[in-house]
C-alpha cells in the first residue's frame, strides 16, 4: 500500500459527459502528479501540483483539467469525454518537486471507461 | 515530441536467470526512473538514476545511466517468480517550472517456476 488512495476505483460513463477523479496523497507528501495509462499510448504525464498550485504540464489535453486543495488532495475533471479518453488514470505522489532526489509514490489507479 | 524505445516488448525467463531491458531515446535526459508495474496496481519506482554514467543497485536489480545521457539498462540477477510484471523506464527533463516526463512502452517480464 502506497499510501496514495484513488476513488473511484471504476468509472463507466457515456460520451460527452464529464467526470470527476480524486486523489489524496500520501500523508505529508505536498506534490501530485497525474497520469494516463492506456493500451495505445502508454503511461503518459499528464499535470502536477505542487502545495495547490500548478507546477508542470504534460499531455493534458484542454478537456481536462485538475486542481489540488488546501488538504493536499487532488481532483482531476474530464469533460466531453471520447471514446479514446478510456483508460487507467493514476495519481502519484512525493514530498518535494521532482528535481533531485525525489520518489514518487503511486496509487491504484481508476479506470475509466467511456461507452 | 520526445520517444523513448524500450525493450525487449516481452521476455519469458526461467526462474534464476539474469534478465537485462534497456530504453533508448534521441533525446537527451537528465534523469532516467525505472518502475514495475503489478497487475492492477500503480508503478512502483525501482531506481532513479541522476546522473551520466551512474551505475545503481537495489538488491538484485541494477541500473546504468548511459554516459551519452539517451540510454539506459536495468538488469536483474536471479530472476524469481515475484519479479514477474511490466517494467517501464521513463525519462526526465525538468528545470524551474518545466518538468517533461516521458515513458517507454513497457517490457513484459514472465518468470517461470
Known amino acids: 500500500d502506497s499510501g496514495v488512495t484513488q476513488t473511484p476505483k471504476h468509472l463507466i460513463t457515456a460520451t460527452g459527459q464529464r467526470v470527476t477523479l480524486r486523489c489524496s496523497p500520501r500523508s505529508g507528501d505536498l506534490s501530485v502528479y497525474w497520469y494516463q495509462q492506456s493500451l495505445d499510448q502508454g503511461l503518459q504525464f499528464l499535470i502536477q501540483y505542487y502545495n495547490g498550485e500548478e507546477r508542470a504540464k504534460g499531455n493534458i489535453l484542454e478537456r481536462f483539467s485538475a486542481q489540488q486543495f488546501p488538504d493536499l488532495h487532488s481532483e482531476l475533471n474530464l469533460s466531453s469525454l471520447e471514446l479514446g479518453d478510456s483508460a487507467l488514470y493514476f495519481c502519484?505522489?512525493?514530498?518535494?518537486?521532482?528535481?533531485?532526489?525525489?520518489?514518487?509514490?503511486f496509487g491504484p489507479g481508476t479506470r475509466l471507461t467511456v461507452l | 515530441g520526445q520517444q523513448l524505445n524500450q525493450s525487449p516488448q516481452s521476455m519469458f525467463i526461467q526462474e534464476g536467470e539474469d534478465v537485462s531491458m534497456n530504453c533508448t531515446s534521441s533525446?537527451?535526459?537528465?534523469?532516467w526512473l525505472w518502475y514495475k508495474q503489478d497487475p492492477g496496481e500503480g508503478p512502483v519506482l525501482l531506481i532513479a538514476?541522476?546522473?551520466?554514467?551512474e551505475l545503481t543497485s537495489n538488491g538484485r536489480l541494477t541500473a546504468q545511466f548511459g554516459i551519452t545521457r539517451k540510454d539506459s539498462f536495468l538488469n536483474i540477477s536471479a530472476s524469481i517468480p515475484s519479479d514477474v510484471g511490466i517494467y517501464f523506464c521513463a525519462g526526465v527533463n525538468s528545470g524551474g517550472s518545466n518538468y517533461k516526463l516521458t515513458f517507454g512502452k513497457g517490457t513484459l517480464l514472465t518468470v517461470n517456476p
Open positions: 538514476l541522476y546522473k551520466a554514467g
Open positions: 502519484a505522489s512525493s514530498g518535494r518537486p521532482i528535481e533531485g532526489t525525489d520518489t514518487q509514490y
Open positions: 533525446s537527451i535526459f537528465n534523469t
